[in-house]
């Protein structure tokens, strides 16, 4: 089982990357400003049914790696903290992308709205890299089963990014416009989310698995 400061940080770490620009808010933040907030909740329920897949996948290769390979851990190590730092970069760099950055959509149903909310985050490269590099790098070999950390930190993502993306979509219309007048406050959010960005990549690369 994790430690509660584990599951702390994780919990950080899933909340700025809930917050990073990518496809899946700016499908949902879309759908809401486009077809109103139920709109948004019905693909958000298709996102999250998405983690879940990334969620059982991740811990059913992590746990046959971990068997074949036991220092593999220690091998993408470098590889979380790069991912960290590109993203970082991604949110300081000139020209960075706002969290609210949206686009017209036509109105569907909410079957259509769910299935693409699932589609988004299928071939969300996010979300993929997410868990191929900085996922690993909270699970810990020696303190249980790896398939149960997982599941544990699947729980910690699943409650984070629900329930953040469903208070973004509550208010989308209002932090839409509230971003779009205020252009400091963009460059703000961008810089304090690289910052953290770049702290948990220099947390994991100093981090000892063992």
Known sequence: MLSASSLGLFALATLVMVITPGPNM???VSRTLCQGRSAGL?????VQLGLVV???AAGIGLTALLMAVPMAFDAIKLIGAAYLLYLAWQAVKPGGVSMFKTRAMPADTPATLF???LITNLLNPKVAMFYLSVFPQ???PGQGPVWL???QLGAVQILVSASVNALIIGGAARIT???EHRPG???LQRYLMGSVLAGLALRIATTDKH
């Open 54 to 56: 990334h969620l059982c």
């Open 177 to 179: 416009r509230f971003f």
């Open 42 to 46: 019905v693909s958000l329920a298709g």
């Open 115 to 117: 299935r693409m909310g």
């Open 185 to 187: 406050w963009v460059a």
């Open 138 to 140: 909270f699970l810990h």
């Open 26 to 28: 700016m499908y949902c």
């Open 149 to 151: 950390q997982s599941l």
